[in-house]
C-alpha cells in the first residue's frame, strides 16, 4: 500500500514557475514508477510526465516536455514536478500517482495503482 500526498500547487502568471512535490508514504516506493497527470474542468485525466524507479528514465507529455523536469529522491520517498514556462492552459488539478513496474512510460491512467487527492495549479494570463 502507498498513500501519496502532493502539495506545492497554487496561483502563477502565465510565464511564471512552480514546483510541486509528492510525498509517499511505505518503505518500497523504490519499486514504483511515478507519474503526475493533470486534469482540467470538462476534460480527462491526462498524463503529464513519468519517472523510471531509478530515477534515470523520463517521459513526458509532448505538450509539456522543454518546460516541466520530473525528478524523484528515494531516499526521501519524494517526486517533484519543477513546472517552467507556464501557460493558461496547464490550469488543472494536478495529480501524483504510483505504478508497479521499472521503465518510465506515457501508460495511462488506469495503468497506475495509487493517487494522491491532487493540488490545484491556475496560471493567469
Known amino acids: 500500500q502507498v498513500q501519496l500526498v502532493e502539495s506545492g500547487g497554487g496561483l502563477v502568471q502565465a510565464g511564471g514557475s512552480l514546483r510541486l512535490s509528492c510525498a509517499a508514504s511505505?518503505?518500497?516506493?523504490?519499486?514504483?514508477?511515478m507519474g503526475w497527470f493533470r486534469q482540467a474542468p470538462g476534460k480527462e485525466r491526462e498524463f503529464v510526465a513519468s519517472i523510471s524507479v531509478s530515477g534515470r528514465g523520463t517521459n513526458y507529455a509532448d505538450s509539456v516536455k522543454g518546460r516541466f523536469t520530473i525528478s524523484r529522491d528515494n531516499a526521501k520517498n519524494t517526486v517533484d514536478l519543477q513546472m517552467d514556462s507556464l501557460k493558461p492552459e496547464d490550469t488543472a488539478i494536478y495529480y501524483c500517482?504510483?505504478?508497479?513496474?521499472?521503465?518510465?512510460?506515457?501508460?495511462?491512467?488506469?495503468?497506475?495503482?495509487?493517487w494522491g487527492l491532487g493540488t490545484q495549479v491556475t496560471v493567469s494570463s
Open positions: 511505505g518503505r518500497t516506493f523504490s519499486m514504483y514508477v
Open positions: 500517482a504510483a505504478r508497479r513496474g521499472v521503465v518510465a512510460s506515457s501508460a495511462p491512467s488506469g495503468a497506475y495503482d495509487y
